[in-house]
């Protein structure tokens, strides 16, 4: 199981990058779902069919990353991001592209003062000694992903895009769960694109699945590490149903909904405001009339950054949450 999670976070796919990682999912799940089929944007959209009410279950399979803007005569990229990427969190990681080149983000001027530092002023090394020789690695427009191990101790995981390809894991591992069980549900499992740059594939993936309600799986912040902001959330204490973010209100049938299969299975939950950021689900509850959707949430420390940090218990209290709501 924890060895699909590593494939899952090491595979590349900066958002509008999406093409392997939806392989990869696809082929994990084509035999245990009625149909499968990739939208126009690029969602890949999976059914367990039912004959009551229509299920959407989402998790954005593209992560954060930078984009080639210019490439100058010495052979180094100029480039721009892709997402919340923070100049502190980029210096010094390395990014890989599509094809598999390796660079390493450097920074121009020695620097005074650490709060200077800007995305302007970086650059990726690929190793390249003149421009010509960069061009046939890289063109304008390339995307890459910060690479980042994955580890795992004490029931902790570390990795690079945590965010979001647990909750793709999540989706799949209730697939799975729900195998030759009966659910009176018609479940939509959406693996969705572009989440980190507007939650953009949300939008459509939404709008074409029109379901009777809606529930987004992703990774959200804690308060539980030395000097971090308030927050009531802590590794290891369950997975979080969300009650508010920057995106959505959620809906409070899908909120009670969630509580009340928790409880009902006790399976240990937390409850989640999180004062910056939002997912998928701000999207589709505004989708057509609105949609009433929520959130359930893995604590994560260090979003956005390559060592992403969960712990698996809430991982697997989250599939069987999701599977228990699938089946009601
Ligand atoms: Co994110
Ligand atoms: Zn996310």
């Not at 958002?15 to 126009?40: A, C, M, Q, T, Y």
């Not at 390796?102 to 020695?110: K, L, M, Q």
């Not at 190793?127 to 063109?139: D, M, N, P, Y």
Request: proline share 3%; net charge negative; charged share 25%.
């Amino acid at each position: 199981m924890i060895e699909l999670l590593e494939r899952l976070t090491q595979c590349y796919g900066p958002s509008g990058n999406e093409e392997k990682i939806s392989h990869v999912i696809f082929n994990e799940i084509k035999d245990d779902v009625d149909e499968i089929r990739v939208d126009l944007l690029g969602n890949l959209i999976a059914r367990k069919k039912g004959s009551g009410k229509k299920l959407m279950f989402a998790a954005h399979m593209d992560e954060i990353g930078v984009i080639v803007t210019y490439i100058d005569k010495e052979g180094f990229l100029r480039f721009s991001n892709i997402g919340g990427i923070s100049p502190h969190f980029s210096l010094y990681q390395r990014v890989q592209f599509g094809n598999g080149t390796v660079g390493v983000i450097g920074y121009e001027e020695e620097l005074e003062e650490m709060k200077d530092l800007k995305l302007q002023k970086m650059y990726i090394d690929i190793g390249a000694k003149t421009k010509e020789e960069a061009e046939q690695l890289v063109s304008i427009g390339d995307a890459a992903c910060f690479m980042g191990q994955f580890h795992s101790a004490q029931n902790r995981i570390t990795t690079k895009a945590l965010d979001d390809r647990v909750g793709c894991y999540i989706l799949i591992e209730t697939i799975k769960a729900l195998k030759g069980s009966h659910h009176p549900n018609d479940l939509y499992f959406v693996f969705t694109v572009q989440e980190e740059v507007g939650l953009r594939g949300a939008k459509t993936s939404a709008f074409s699945v029109t379901p009777d309600y809606a529930i987004a799986v992703d990774v959200t912040d804690t308060g539980d590490t030395p000097g971090s902001r308030t927050m009531a959330l802590k590794l290891g204490k369950g997975p979080a149903i969300k009650v508010k973010d920057n995106s959505i209100i959620t809906h409070p049938f899908v909120r009670n909904l969630m509580i009340e299969t928790a409880k009902e299975n006790d399976i240990a939950y937390q409850l989640e405001v999180l004062e910056r950021g939002g997912t998928d689900s701000g999207a589709i509850h505004l989708t057509k009339g609105g949609i009433p959707s929520g959130v359930l949430s893995v604590p994560t420390r260090y979003i956005h950054s390559t060592g992403e940090t969960a712990d698996y218990d809430d991982i697997t209290n989250a599939v069987k949450l999701l599977s228990a709501i699938a089946a009601k």
